[in-house]
């Protein structure tokens, strides 16, 4: 696929049939391709964010049942706002230190949680969920902008394999700088 923002359908179309390897770190490898390739020259943020949720969201349609951003809020810095996503409701604001997003937000870092159920001051956006992984997102700086959200109607749906493969994701969403 040539480099620039995909606009043309068939090409959208050639991406959305690309058939992804079975092994889950391939599929994350492949999934990272795609991404790239769809929003490779598109300098729009929710743009990326848009493309990366969906994609992801299709690539393990029996494992991620909500999947998308929280965005920084630039009006409240220590607050993160829904953004682009797929699935059901999402929480329209979370404050850092709160749930598992917020935590994620706090810390900086990768959280898998098994049994959301269980981790303390989660924030239940969807009831059905019981397993959660949150990625945080980096601008060229250094500081947080987003945090991706994923989460699962199965327990203990989420590894280390998961967390390699979406961190890497993350760190191709932002544009250069």
């Known amino acids: ?16 049939r690309t058939e992804l390897p079975s092994d889950k770190t391939e599929r994350y490898a492949a999934l ?15 743009a990326r964010y848009a493309s990366a949720s969906s994609l992801l969201a299709q690539a393990f349609p029996d494992r991620f049942f909500w999947t998308g951003f929280y965005v920084v809020d630039p009006d409240k810095q220590n607050e993160l706002v829904v953004g682009p996503y797929q699935g059901t409701l999402g929480c329209l604001r979370i404050p850092f230190g709160k749930g598992v997003c917020g935590a994620c937000a706090a810390q900086r870092e990768s959280i898998i949680v098994a049994d959301v ?8 956006c969807d009831s059905r969920s019981n397993s959660e992984i949150v990625t945080p997102v980096f601008d060229h700086s250094g500081a947080l902008v987003a945090v991706l959200d994923v989460d699962s109607t199965q327990f203990d749906a989420f590894d280390a394999a998961d967390q390699s493969g979406l961190e890497a994701i993350c760190a191709d969403l932002l544009t250069t700088p």
């Open 1 to 16: 696929m040539a480099l620039g923002a995909v606009t043309d359908m068939s090409a959208m179309e050639n991406v959305a």
């Open 32 to 46: 990272r391709a795609e991404i790239a390739a769809v929003i490779a020259g598109e300098p729009n943020i929710t």
């Open 117 to 124: 159920h269980a981790f303390p001051g989660h924030i239940a």
